[in-house]
Every structure is written in C-alpha cells, then in structure tokens.
C-alpha cells in the first residue's frame, strides 16, 4: 500500500504544524503537502511550475480564509474540474458561519468542519477525518499520472 | 178743484198712521160740494114754487118744484147717512131735469128754464161719471124734442115762439159743448177714477173690500197670489172662512160688529200684524191695514194685506244674530266693553271685563276708564284714542292695567268703533298678555344675561387670542390678511399693523402655495385642516415650521367668508425631530457597526485563541512531568485561561448572531420546551430537576430564539438551584390582549434586590465564578430575544426561596 498523498490549504503555520503533529499520531502513513494560498493550491493540483512532479493528492485539506485566491474559489475550481472534482474535499476552517456552510456544500464539499480550539480535539477530528476518507469510504480508482 | 178731489180720494185711501181714524173727515170735502147744491137747489126750489104758485099761479110747476125740493132734501140727508154720492147726484139729476122738461113744456118761466142746467150741470161733473152726466143730457135733450114734436103735432101746446125754442136748445146745444169740452178738462178725474181699478189690480199688496157682513166683494190678483184663491172662488164668502186663521175668526167678526155698532174700530187704518191662513191652509204672517168706505149706504172694508213672512223671517234672523253677538260679547273670555267715544263711559261691559278688574258691571257702567283708574299710565289713553281717529282702529295696542285690588297685569287690546244708536262708540276687546310679557321681559333679562356672557367669552377669547404664544390670525378667501395677534407678531416677525390689508403669500414659500391653494379649497367646501405641518417665511427670511389649524369664517348667514388659522411655532420641536432621527439613524447604525464588530471580533479572536489553546495543550501532552512542577502549573493557567477566552468568545458570537438573524414562524412553546429538555437532558439527570408546563400556546416567532430564551432561563433556574433540594421549575403562560405573558419560576437560591438591574447586563456575574460557572451572558441574549419580539422582561426573587421570571412576547407577525 502506497502512501496517503494529503493537500493541505492552510496560511497558518501554526495550523500547519498543529495539523502534522495531528497526522503524527495517525496510524495511517502519509505525505502531508502544503500550499499556502489559493492560486498554489491550484498551481499543486494542477502540477504547474515548482509542483510539476507532485502527486494527485488523494484527500484535500481546504482552509477558507486564504490570501490571494479564497478557500471558496479554489473549491469552486476544483468542482468544476472534471479530473479534481472526484478528490475528497474537506473544508477545515475556524468559520462557523452558515453562509460559509451553505456556500461550500452548495459548491459540492464533500464536508465543512471547524477546527476544535483544544488540540486533542483537533487532532481527532484530523485522524477521523482521514479513518473516514481511507478506511471506510470506498473512491473511485485514480489514475496517477 | 179735480187736483184736490184726487188728492182727497188719495189720502183716503192712505195708510199713514197720523191720520185719525173715522169717516166724518175724510168725507167733508165732498160733502161741502153737495151742501152748497142742495143749498142752491133748495133756495131755487122754494122760491120758484112760491113765484109759480102765487106770482104765476101755474099750480104745476108749483108742484114739480116743491117735488123737487123734497127730492133734493130726502136724498141729502139720505147722502149724510149712506155717503153714498152715486145717489145723491143721480136723484139731483132727475130732479133737475124733471124740473127742466117741466118748464120748457109748460114755458113757465119765460124762456129762463134753461138755465137750470147751468146751475146743477157742472157740480154733477163732480160728483158721478161720465156716462152719467151724459145719460141726463140726452134724457134732457129727449124730453125737450119730444116736447117740441108733441107741440108740432098738436097734442100739447108750447107757449114759447120758435124762435125761443130754438134758442132753447142752441143754448142747451152750446151747453152741452161746454159740457163737453169742461169734461176734457177733468179728464184727470176720470182717469182717477180708471186708476183706482188699476190701483186695485197694480198694487204690491193684496186688496181686499169686504161688506159689513164680512162677505168678500174684491179680491185682486195679489190677493190670489198671497193666498192662493181666485177672486171667484172667493166672492161673496166670508172673509173669516177663507182667510182667517180658527183662532182669530171670533175677534174678527166680534170686531166687525162693533165697529158697525159703535163705530169704533181700534184696529182700522192702521197696519197690524197678524196671521192670515192660505188655501192650503198655511199660515202666513201678514201685515193688514184696514180703511173702512161707504158703498151705497153701507160699509165696506178695504184692506191691504202683505205677506211679511219674509220681513219676519228677517226679523228673526236679526234677533238671532244680536243674540248671538249679545252672547258672544257676554260669555266670551275676552274682556269686552263698550265705551262712549265722546266720554269713554262705559255703556256695557262683559263679566270677563269687570272680574279682571275686580269690579261689579254695576260699578263700571257709567265711569270711565280714567275715572275707574284702571290704566297703569292713563296718558296713553289719549294716545290710543288720536290713533282711533286717524286710522278707525287700533289693533294689539299693549297696555298695562291695574285693577280694584291694585293687580297690575298687561293687556293687548283692539278697539273698533262702531255707532249704537247714532252715537260712535268703542268696542274694546282685550285680552291678558301678563304671562307672555312676563314670558319676554324673561327672555329679555336672559337676552342681556346671555349678550353680557357673550361679550365676557369675547373679551376672554381676545384676551386669549392677544396673549396665546401661537400665531392666529384670519384671511380672507382672497387671500388678505384681517387680523394679526401678538403671537403672530413673535413668531412671523411683522406687526399687525405693516401685515394687516396685505396678502398671504408674503408669508408662503413660492414652491408651497399649491398647497395653500388646496387647503383654500378644503376651507371653501366648509371643512377644515388640523396640525398641517409645514413651512413659512418670517419677516427676516428665516424658515420656521409650523403647525396649522386652519378653520372656515363665516358670516351670520353661514356663507364661508374666509378663513382662520392657529399656527404654531414648531421649528424646535422639527429640529429636535430631525435630530431625534438622526440619532436613532446613527445609533442603529451603530449598533449595527457594535454587533459587526462583536461577530468579527470574536470570529477572529477564535484563531490566535485557537492557537494559544492548541499548543499550550499540545504543550502539556508532549512536556508534562518533564519539565519542573512550576512549568506544569503555569501550562495549566495558561489552559484554563485559553478554555475561558474560548467560553466568552463563543458566548459573544451567539449574542450578536441573535440580533442579526430572526425568521418568524409559527412555534409550538410546548415542543420548543421538549426540545429545551432534551438538551439540557444531562444538567436535569444531574440535579434531577422537575420541569412543569401545560396549556402553552402556539405563537408567531423565531424558533431558534425562543429555545434560546427558554433554554437559558430554565439552565439558569437549575443552575441556581439549592444544594440540598432538587429544582422545582414551573413555566405558565397568559394571552393578555394579543400579548402572550409568561412566567418561569423555580425555587432555588433567589436573587438579591440589589442586583435586579445589572442581572440582565452582559458578562454580569453575581454568583462564585468557581461554583456556578458560566460567562453571565445567558440572562442578557434572554433579555435581547424578548426585546426582538417586542417584550418585557423581568423576575421577582426572593432570597433563599426562588425566584420568578417573567416576560411578555408579543404575536409577531412574519
């Protein structure tokens, strides 16, 4: 079994080594991507520039609040696109405004979760999280480039 | 000498009462006639038997003479005892032409004998008819001729010439002529004589002639008329059988038989009344005159008889007629008098009159009003009297009048004059105006007493008008300005007096007259316009705004002459308003702005929060028990402190998120307390609290909220509960005029009174931090929900017994 190719969306270095040291604990081994904002979590899907040789991740990790490109168009984009649409799509913000809620699974979100403020609880929903996508759910087959 | 023989045969049979009753009289003119004849013929016939007995010595013609004489004697007296002329003249004739014939035929008196014709001729004239007169003429001419042819024939001899004998009769030939044409002369006479048959038949009353028996002899075509009868049914009846009523036939012949007995006769030429009866047998009311005549000797009765039914009738009726005014003047309730206009003595008063003086007909008769001093100002007695003589009348004259008592009332009289007895007189009829003056002398005093109120409300009304601070003034429908007060003057600027005369429109903002035009038309329709607010130009050019009342003037026939109007400063008050508005406008704005500013903060606060949480705890997962005991504690307060921060923000996110957001829908209390329950299933299992409800209503409102509110009081009620009693919660509630009024009462630990106004203040804790938790901010977002549905809320506590809380929503719509 290969290892689990994750994207993560996230500006927040804290969030980003709070959400590695969350996968730490995971049974499940996996490669934690990162892209910092909108336009390079489009750029690392779409394999442009300095990402030309990264993998398809097999789990999205999206943040809303990004600089430059909005965790919500980047979602918009990736639901649009025949090839990205398939990859599971988890929204993992601070948001817990209805508008925001509502915006993402109109855009086809395959869930909106808000990060717990306590750590323990953060790094459960992260592992429940990826037990859910990787053990349970059943995905198409991906053909890796 | 005819005139007089007329006028004699008239007045006989005239009916005037001067007149003395009695034959003698009437008779003596003709009998002076027929004395002076027979004193003529008397003295001629004794003196020619004298002269012819002893001078002559013709025996004969003696004789004839003294036959003569006894002829004419015997029938004069015969003539005093009948009056019957008719007879008289006639034997005179015969005698005299006897006496005539017998001396032409005997020639006894020398050719003279002819001259007897002129001495009885002409009185015959007077005293029988025509045809009469005539008979003894031809009678006379006859004997003479047959004289002559006798003496021609030898039988007799006549001692007279030829030519003597035909001087004779030449001169009884022109006699004769005389004769004839004297009687042309008298036609006058004979036509008398014609009249009275036609005076019989023409005149306006029934004539009737009766004998001295009583049998009817005349009775004219008025007479068949008046009582039905032909003359010749009637002739030769008794008068009392035909004509007289039963009743009175025993009078009438009682009075006829002593008339011709006595001569008296009370009841003759004069003109009585009585009754008379018709043929068929009515009676009738008849005036009779009866005139007695002597008719060969005998009396006769003529009488004229006139139906006077009619007249009596008449006279009834004016009987009844004076009755009537009699009674009417007697029994009437107007006072009425009669009063002389020369004195003003009264001639007769009625009761009515005399009692409302207090005095006895008796005591007025005779006085006047002056005299009896029944005029309150007798002066105006003159007055009255000029007016009666100017116009013949006074009508409604007011007086005022004192009686005997000294009762002093008022009377309106009218006085007409009117002639009793040929003397004017006046007829007052008055009657008693006391009450109906003392009725307007009332409503004059209450006249003057309503004229003076109104004159104080005008005063306090100008005074009013003069000292009220708002503008009021009046215009005309054209548009002028007619009266001005003081507040006009403060809040305008002008003066009344530089104001008054102009025009409107000086104080109108030029784009705001359509709008005084169309409350122009609103004012001419007759409505008026209340509290318009709007905008008017002072002297000085400022803009104030007012507030009118503007109301139609009229005039006192209610035509709309203008209109008046209160106008009222209310610049201060607009701009208080405008600033009012904008305050509130600044205020939602900045609550607004607050709650914006609360949701961002605490949004955003969230993420360092997050991380500060995160890593302390990550922190003391990787390096408890590692570093010293100090290192430990301080990682704890820094987890307790970020778990806090946490509590707060989440708690001030849920408090701004309740004001954005509201959905009204309809919501069953009762389930909304069922899902309260569930969530708050752990704290109840804890505390094993008892919550009750029942009859809760189903109301318009957000569900979300009121699940809130409920939720929060009701974990407040356990959270606040006593340590050694289980929570007894009761929730009630009460529609109250569309408002639904709710109570939530629990029996914990009470609230002290001094809190009551800081327990609804956000992050207000009153309690232990340590024991009871919480940020404090669950009493305010019930508070802010109660708000949003247009309530109240508040709570009654008592200390260590419990507490109630209490609030009203209101059914909102969606």
């Not at chain 2, 006279?315 to 004195?343: C, D, G, Q, R």
């Not at chain 2, 340590?770 to 508040?794: C, F, M, Q, S």
Request: hydrophobic share 40%; net charge neutral; with cysteine.
């Amino acid at each position: 079994m290969r290892n689990i190719e994750i994207l993560l969306v996230e500006d927040n270095p804290g969030d980003i080594r709070l959400t590695k040291e969350a996968l730490k604990e995971s049974k499940i081994t996996n490669n934690l991507h990162v892209a910092i904002d909108g336009v390079e979590a489009i750029d690392f899907l779409k394999k442009r520039g300095r990402f030309a040789n990264s993998p398809t991740p097999d789990l999205i990790l999206l943040d809303l609040n990004l600089p430059r490109k909005g965790g919500i168009e980047v979602l918009a984009e990736i639901k649009a696109n025949g090839q990205m649409k398939v990859i599971p799509t988890v929204v993992l913000t601070t948001s817990q405004s209805e508008k925001d809620i509502l915006k993402s699974y109109e855009l086809h979100v395959n869930c909106f979760v808000t990060k717990p403020v306590e750590f323990d609880a953060f790094a459960t929903v992260v592992r429940s999280i990826e037990d859910f996508w990787f053990t349970i759910v059943k995905l198409p087959k991906m053909e890796q480039q | 000498m005819p005139d007089n023989g007329i006028q004699e045969n008239t007045r006989f049979v005239g009916r005037k009462k001067k007149e003395k009753p009695g034959v003698k009289k009437v008779l003596q003119p003709r009998l002076a006639i027929i004395n002076s004849f027979t004193l003529i013929a008397v003295v001629y016939c004794i003196s020619s038997s004298i002269l012819f007995f002893s001078v002559v010595g013709n025996y004969f013609l003696s004789a004839v003479h003294l036959l003569a004489l006894l002829s004419v004697v015997t029938n004069y007296f015969v003539l005093l005892r009948t009056k019957n002329f008719k007879r008289a003249t006639n034997v005179i004739l015969t005698t005299g032409t006897v006496v005539v014939v017998s001396l032409f035929t005997t020639g006894g008196w020398e050719n003279t004998g002819y001259l007897w014709p002129f001495a009885y001729l002409p009185y015959a004239f007077f005293l029988t008819e025509r045809h009469t007169v005539m008979h003894w003429v031809v009678a006379l001419f006859s004997g003479c001729i047959l004289a002559v042819l006798l003496h021609i024939a030898g039988a007799i001899t006549i001692p007279y010439s030829p030519v003597a004998i035909a001087n004779f009769f030449a001169a009884l030939l022109v006699f004769t002529m005389c004769i004839l044409l004297f009687q042309k002369a008298t036609v006058k006479r004979e036509e008398f004589l014609s009249y009275t048959g036609a005076l019989l038949e023409a005149a306006p009353d029934a004539v009737i002639v009766i004998n001295d028996q009583g049998q009817i002899l005349k009775w004219n075509d008025k007479a068949e008329i008046l009582f039905g009868w032909k003359e010749h049914e009637v002739a030769g009846r008794l008068l009392s059988s035909v004509i007289i009523p039963l009743r009175y036939r025993e009078a009438h012949k009682k009075g006829l038989k002593r008339f011709l007995e006595t001569g008296e006769g009370p009841v003759l030429n004069k003109t009585i009344e009585i009754k008379g009866l018709n043929k068929s047998n009515k009676e009738l009311d008849v005036a009779l005159s009866i005139s007695p005549v002597i008719v060969k000797e005998k009396y006769q009765f003529i009488g004229f008889v006139r139906d006077i039914t009619e007249q009596k009738k008449a006279e009834e009726k004016v009987k009844e007629s004076e009755h009537m005014f009699s009674t009417l003047f007697h029994s009437s309730p107007v006072l009425n008098a009669i009063s002389e206009a020369s004195t003003g003595k009264y001639i007769e008063v009625n009761d009515a009159f005399a009692r409302f003086f207090d005095f006895t007909k008796e005591e007025m008769l005779g006085k006047s009003s002056i005299e009896l001093n029944i005029l309150s100002r007798p002066e105006e007695r003159e007055l009255i009297i000029k007016k009666i003589q100017q116009d013949g009348f006074v009508r409604d004259a007011e007086t005022q009048t004192i009686s005997k008592n000294g009762k002093t009332r008022w009377v309106s009289t009218n006085i007409d004059i009117i002639n009793l007895n040929g003397k004017d007189c006046f007829l007052t009829a008055a009657i008693d105006i006391t009450a109906r003056k003392e009725a307007e002398e009332e409503i004059r005093k209450m006249n003057m007493e309503l004229e003076r109120r109104v004159e104080e409300k005008q005063t306090l009304y100008s005074s009013i008008v003069n000292s009220s601070d708002d503008a009021i003034f009046s215009r005309t429908l054209d548009g002028i300005i007619t009266s001005w007060n003081h507040g006009a003057e403060k809040s305008f600027g002008y003066s009344a007096k530089e104001i008054t005369g102009k025009h409107i429109s000086i104080l109108i903002p030029p784009q705001l007259m359509n709008e005084e035009n169309e409350i122009m038309e609103k004012i001419r329709k007759g409505e008026g316009v209340d509290h318009y607010e709007t905008e008017r130009i002072r002297k000085d050019g400022k803009i104030i705004y007012v507030s009118l009342t503007i109301s139609p003037l009229r005039d006192s026939l209610g035509n709309i002459t203008g209109a008046s109007k209160i106008s009222r400063d209310i610049t201060e008050r607009k701009i208080a308003e405008e600033e009012k508005i904008k305050y509130t406008h600044d205020l939602e704005r900045s609550n607004k702005e607050l709650e914006q500013f609360a949701y961002i903060a605490s949004h955003d606060l969230q993420e360092p929060l997050r991380m500060v949480g995160s890593y302390v705890q990550l922190l003391e997962k990787r390096y408890k028990g590692k570093l010293d005991a100090d290192a430990d504690e301080f990682i704890h307060f820094a987890i307790d402190g970020a778990n806090r921060m946490k509590q707060l923000i989440s708690d001030l996110l849920n408090y701004s998120r309740t004001s954005r957001e509201t959905q009204i829908t309809e919501v069953d209390i009762a389930k909304v307390l069922g899902d309260v329950k569930k969530n708050l299933t752990t704290s109840i299992m804890e505390s094993n609290a008892k919550i009750n409800h029942n009859g809760m209503p189903v109301i318009k409102a957000d569900r979300t909220q009121m699940m809130q509110l409920f939720q929060n009081l009701i974990a407040n009620a356990i959270k606040f509960r006593k340590e050694d009693e289980a929570p007894v919660i009761n929730v009630k509630a009460i529609n109250e005029n569309g408002h639904w009024f709710f109570s939530v009462s629990d029996n914990g630990i009470g609230i002290e009174k001094e809190y009551s106004d800081k327990i609804f203040v956000i992050f207000k804790r009153l309690n232990d931090k340590a024991k009871y938790g919480g940020t404090g901010i669950g009493l305010a977002i019930a508070k802010k929900i109660v708000e949003r549905h247009r309530g109240k809320i508040w709570f009654e506590s008592e200390l260590g017994k419990g507490t109630t809380f209490f609030f009203t929503l209101k059914n909102l719509q969606s």
